[in-house]
Structures are given as structure tokens and as C-alpha cells.
């Protein structure tokens, strides 16, 4: 599977940004698409998931009910809607996929997932 993250850029605290995340070269049934955050010098951060067969999402305590994880089957695209940024929220954000996992424990580890895009930089100003 290749992965390519798109839709990084620059906004102001309290605004919103859509990620897209476009997956190409096998069905991603039976897959998690997952979203994570770097910022230099931490561990990549989960930040939520989207379950391709169900549409199933999971998220962080920290950006749940401010972002949101959806699909487009037909384009095999996902995206990560992101709303009330804060400066906390800049890093740079991956898409990841891997094998569906039903516990936090495994679908949260940045591990479990085997395909990785390259990363697109979310800068929120204060």
C-alpha cells in the first residue's frame, strides 16, 4: 500500500484544516487507516483511526469532538476534518495503514501499522 498525505499548512488558533490521505495499490479491506502527530524530539501521537470495511472511527481524548475521520471508498481517500485547532495541534501529521485491531492497546500504537505516508506539516498560529 502507498500512502500520500496532502493538505498541511499554516492557520490560525481556532481554525479548521482538512488532511487528505490518498491510498493506492491494494484494497484496504480488513485495514485501519490511522492518523498520528510528530512534533521534533516526542513520540509519534496517535490522534484517531477510521476502520475502512465499517467506517468505524476511533480518536484521542485530545481531539475528540474537534476533529473528524471519514473515507471515500469510491476514491480510496481518507481524511482527517480538523476543527478548533489549537497551537498544541501543530506537528506533522501521517496517515498510517495496518491490520484492523478492536483494542486501543494495539489500533493506538504507531507499531502495528506497516504502511506509513510521508507527512504534512500543521502549523496553528496563537
Known amino acids: 500500500v502507498q500512502l500520500q498525505a496532502s493538505g498541511g499548512g499554516l492557520v490560525q488558533t481556532g481554525g479548521s484544516l482538512r488532511l487528505s490521505c490518498a491510498a493506492s495499490?491494494?484494497?484496504?479491506?480488513?485495514?485501519?487507516i490511522g492518523w498520528f502527530r510528530q512534533v521534533p524530539g516526542k513520540e509519534r501521537e496517535f490522534v484517531g483511526r477510521?476502520?475502512?470495511?465499517?467506517?468505524?472511527?476511533n480518536y484521542a481524548d485530545s481531539v475528540k469532538g474537534r476533529f473528524a475521520i471519514s473515507r471515500d471508498n469510491t476514491k480510496n481517500l481518507v481524511y482527517l476534518q480538523m476543527s478548533s485547532l489549537k497551537p498544541e495541534d501543530s506537528a506533522v501529521y501521517y496517515c498510517?495503514?495496518?491490520?484492523?485491531?478492536?483494542?486501543?492497546?494495539?489500533?493506538?500504537?504507531?507499531?502495528?501499522?506497516?504502511?506509513w505516508g510521508q507527512g504534512t506539516q500543521v502549523t496553528v498560529s496563537s
Open positions: 477510521i476502520t475502512w470495511s465499517t467506517g468505524n472511527t
Open positions: 495499490g491494494r484494497t484496504l479491506g480488513g485495514s485501519d
Open positions: 498510517a495503514a495496518g491490520k484492523t485491531y478492536y483494542s486501543k492497546l494495539y489500533y493506538a500504537d504507531s507499531s502495528k501499522y506497516n504502511y
